[in-house]
């Protein structure tokens, strides 16, 4: 059984449709139109394993060589963008849900960053970094987009759990069968990325 194939295409897939999601939310706080929430998913969606399969020579890249992940991006995008939209303003519900949504897909593309590393046969040590930038530039492309200071620059742990991940799913691997490893390292990183983020609540003007 292929593991790419069976195990970290699901979850690329996921991912995608996450990272999608939650550019839509930022598109509508930032009052963008459908439109423009649609360009926003999908380069958000797409931009981290875009950087991934550059960095490591695998062209064509990812969402060229399989269109699914542009036909999942799209319609996931518009969807988010509207139900964002139906969002009460004021309450930083938005805000809250496209951080939660972000923890998610941080965890998702940093455990398929390190595995499509690995694919490719880097070193364990630039896998792991592989798997910080596919983890985390899909979020920071997202931001800048609307003109605001990545969390990444902002906060010091959210690459740092990316990274920790990332080292802790290769320890993890040499014990466990890589399903178990990859649901272990996910839960460990999508826990912590939401216990800080419930010690800081968004703020509702923010939104």
């Known amino acids: ?5 069976h195990i970290f295409l699901p979850l690329t897939i996921v991912a995608t449709a996450v990272m ?7 598109a509508r706080r930032f009052r963008l139109d459908l439109f423009g929430a649609t360009v926003l998913g999908v380069v958000t969606a797409v931009g981290g394993g875009t950087l991934r399969d550059l960095l490591i020579g695998r062209v064509p890249v990812f969402w060229v060589e ?14 988010s963008y509207f139900v964002a ?6 309450n930083g519900q938005r805000l809250r849900l496209l951080m939660y949504l972000d923890a998610i897909g941080l965890a998702l593309f940093t455990l398929t960053g390190v595995q499509v590393a690995l694919e490719a046969g880097v070193s364990p040590l630039i896998a792991v ?6 983890g985390t530039a899909g979020g920071m492309i997202r931001d800048l987009l609307c003109n605001i200071t990545p969390s990444v620059l902002r906060e010091d742990l959210y690459a740092t759990l990316s990274l920790a991940g990332g080292a802790v799913y290769l320890g993890l691997a040499e014990w466990l069968r890589e399903p178990v490893a990859t649901l272990v390292v996910f839960v460990l990183i999508l826990v912590a990325r939401i216990g800080l983020l419930l010690r800081t609540p968004p703020d509702a003007e923010a939104d």
């Open 129 to 134: 970094v592989i798997g910080c930038v596919t």
């Open 1 to 5: 059984m292929d593991t790419l194939t």
């Open 66 to 79: 399989d269109t699914t992940y542009i036909m999942i991006a799209v319609p996931i995008a518009g969807a």
């Open 85 to 90: 939209r139906a969002m009460p303003e004021g």
């Open 20 to 26: 999608a999601a939650s550019a839509a939310i930022q």
